[in-house]
């Protein structure tokens, strides 16, 4: 039988520790196999050095966060602020997404501060629509998948819009038993947690984390810790009932909030 897959798909180095890694230890203790693709090289993610230096720097640490999430990591193909919604970059992400195979794909959200996280969010959402279709050619080239993926998105950073809306999900996921895991993957991007300090004023990285997982357990109405997450639409994806993440995670970690399907 084939292995259950979740693949994580994220903008920048760090993002997916940031928001997406409570919840991915989780599946991986469920026994999915678990993948990870930064999209964008982190290359401007420094004051002091140059990109290509950066860019090495950032998936060195990259590396190691994976590891530390005993997941596959799979290389960036943009660089910061290049990610746009567009035929190369989809055929790139469709790729990953056909050699993976997930059943469950974790996304960014749609509506984001930040226009690079908006887009490898879209492009997450077509590669796994285009993950059957035989005259959609990925680069590389890989054969078409059929199994049903559902796909899911996290809150955005700061769990607000870009206009400050905030934005609600529909169920929360409990990450108290993974919040240590999450920080020291969060630790590895040590070159981010210097940057933010100097550039956004985050006077502790890591902290700022934590405390964004409080507050989404605040919001959950019933965990001390949570990411919180929004489902796609199942159409094109698999069927209706198809929602593996609640499945493989049971009652216990999930809270759906009420009216949400």
């Known amino acids: ?27 991986g203790r469920a026994g999915y196999e678990l993948h990870m693709m930064n999209v964008a090289d982190g290359s401007c993610g420094s004051m002091s050095e140059d990109a290509a230096a950066t860019a090495r720097r950032r998936l060195d640490e990259a590396k190691a966060a994976a590891r530390l999430l005993n997941a596959t990591l799979h290389l960036p193909i943009a660089r910061d602020l290049e990610i746009f919604y567009d035929e190369r970059l989809l ?13 469950i794909v974790l996304l960014q959200s749609p509506v984001d501060y930040m226009e690079d996280h908006i887009n ?16 959609f050619v990925t680069d590389p080239r890989r054969a078409p998948v059929s199994r049903e993926v559902a796909v899911y998105h996290a809150l955005p950073w700061g769990l607000r819009g870009p206009l400050r809306e905030p934005i609600a999900a529909h169920f929360f996921v409990d990450i108290a038993s993974t919040l240590s895991i999450k920080r020291a993957a969060l630790a590895c991007h040590a070159s981010q947690k210097e940057w933010l300090d100097e550039t956004q004023g985050l006077d502790s990285y890591l902290q700022t984390m934590e405390d964004s997982a409080r507050a989404a357990g605040r919001m959950s109405g019933r965990f001390s810790a949570a990411e919180g997450w929004q489902r796609h639409s199942h159409l094109g994806f698999g069927a209706e009932h198809f929602d593996p993440l609640r499945e493989a995670l049971g009652d216990t970690l999930v809270h759906t909030v009420e009216g949400s399907n």
């Open 1 to 27: 039988m084939a292995p259950r897959v979740a693949l994580a798909i994220a903008a920048h180095p760090d993002d997916i520790e940031l928001m997406m890694a409570g919840t991915l230890v989780l599946l």
């Open 120 to 135: 490898a969010s879209r492009l997450g959402v077509t590669a796994a629509f285009a993950r059957s279709f035989p005259n």
């Open 91 to 103: 055929r790139k992400v469709a790729a990953v997404v056909r050699e993976a195979d997930p059943a």
